[in-house]
């Protein structure tokens, strides 16, 4: 089980809001990755929360710093809508790639992209919010701002068919509030997937972790580790104490 730390991006700052709202500038992004590397963090993830409102060349400049200090896997994600897109990201210090908004309104990218980095290379960001007239979940597009409609467990299947090699779905009702994953969500959801699944959203307490399942290969954490109320440490321990292996 991967311990993943989260950090949402605006220009090179670190950023935390509730439900992808209301963000608030935390500090140097930087400087936090380098800290969650040195804590045991198995893998950053930025997600550039701005990049298709600005230029990318912050989040570029990010990149070949934090790679400077920083020896674990980093997946950036934002504003992705093409190959050469992708592949600026991996010329600056990226390991992985992930796509949203540009897959759901192009479903073919994935396949585009599946084909010139591999699926290990290429992860689906899933922005889930529960639908409860329909008793589902719809995915949203532009960082939780836009329901394009379609239902979560439908667009998971269809991005793993075309090659994507990871889901990395997060709860946008549990986002920031720390109160627990969405563990209906986490298991409709694991029902369905043959690719490595992370969870985002709502983590806060070591007894969060016990609706995992084995379909579940990471967690990606932000606000706890944030605000310093879990350590990674905890983290780690807690899983083995659960049946999980992690790494060291």
Known sequence: ???????????????KGLALE????LGAAKDYSKKYYEEGADEIVYIDNVASLYSRDGIFELLRE?????????????????????????????????????????PKLIDELVTDFGSANVSLSIEAKKNL????WDVYTSNGRDNSKKIVIEWAKEAIERGVGEIFLTSIDNDGFQSGFDS????KISEIVSVPLVISGGFGALDHL????????AIAIGSSLHYEKITIKEIKSKLEELGYETRK
């Open 22 to 25: 209301g963000l608030r500038q």
């Open 184 to 187: 209906e969500l986490v298991t």
């Open 133 to 136: 007239n329909e008793n589902n």
């Open 210 to 217: 016990s609706i995992l399942n084995k379909k579940v290969s």
């Open 66 to 106: 934090t790679v400077k200090e920083v020896f674990i896997p980093i997946t950036v994600g934002g504003g992705i809508r093409s190959v050469e897109d992708a592949y600026k990201y991996f010329m600056n210090g990226a390991d992985k790639i992930f796509i949203n908004t540009a897959a759901v309104n192009n």
């Open 1 to 15: 089980m991967r311990v993943i730390s989260r950090l949402d991006i605006k220009n090179n700052y670190l950023i």
